[in-house]
């Protein structure tokens, strides 16, 4: 009797150091592809630095929180029609896969502090938070002055969908400047001879 639970014991053991193992190389997995993602993104930001002007502030996540509804980023069945003539069935399922799978990321601070003034979407959160408290007072503050005083311009970008080769990437960014300023543009780029090259603006938004 004192053999099978000691056995049974040791099967507890050995399984839950299993499920730690895997668990670590899960999470090891996961860092590597989210560093891997602003690697890329950060390559794609420096040879088209046309296409993203340090002029205003970036927002570190990349879940679009600042960019409005987009028809062909946000409606799967558009974005894939608009890739076909660039990629077979099964990249375009993997791009659209991405979406889901890699929610939540921000980007790598030490790349992208090189050349920008980073902002925390809870910076915005809290300054939307003061212009709401501010509505029970007789000091109401208007958002948008707020918002022009405090960052001028947030340039916010979605999560980058980027093929399985590594060779094409697909950008949604966005610049926020006012309620009636600014815009946004959806670009596919390709690597080509080590440096990426914009291969097609697939659309433009203007506020």
Not at 190 to 197: C, E, N, S
């Amino acid at each position: 009797m004192d053999i099978m639970v000691h056995l049974i014991a040791m099967h507890r053991y050995i399984f839950a150091i299993l499920l730690i193992a895997i668990s670590s190389c899960s999470n090891s997995k996961t860092v590597r592809e989210h560093r891997q993602v602003s690697e890329i993104l950060w390559a794609v930001m420096q040879d088209n630095p046309e296409d993203f002007k340090a002029d205003c502030k970036l927002l570190t996540s990349l879940g679009g929180e600042l960019q409005g509804p987009s028809h062909l980023y946000h409606l799967d069945s558009n974005l894939a029609y608009s890739l076909s003539t660039y990629l077979t069935e099964d990249e375009i399922t993997y791009l659209l896969e991405q979406k889901q799978e890699r929610k939540g990321l921000v980007l790598e601070s030490d790349m992208f502090s090189q050349a920008f003034e980073l902002v925390d979407i809870n910076e915005i959160k809290t300054l939307q938070a003061s212009v709401d408290a501010s509505k029970a007072t007789d000091n109401q503050l208007d958002y948008w002055d707020e918002f022009e005083k405090k960052y001028g311009c947030i340039m916010s970008l979605s999560l980058p969908l980027i093929s399985k080769d590594n060779n094409m990437v697909l950008v949604r960014s966005s610049r926020l400047c006012g309620p009636l300023c600014g815009g946004s543009s959806i670009v596919l780029y390709k690597l080509k001879d080590g440096r990426w090259q914009l291969e097609e603006i697939l659309d433009v938004e203007i506020n």
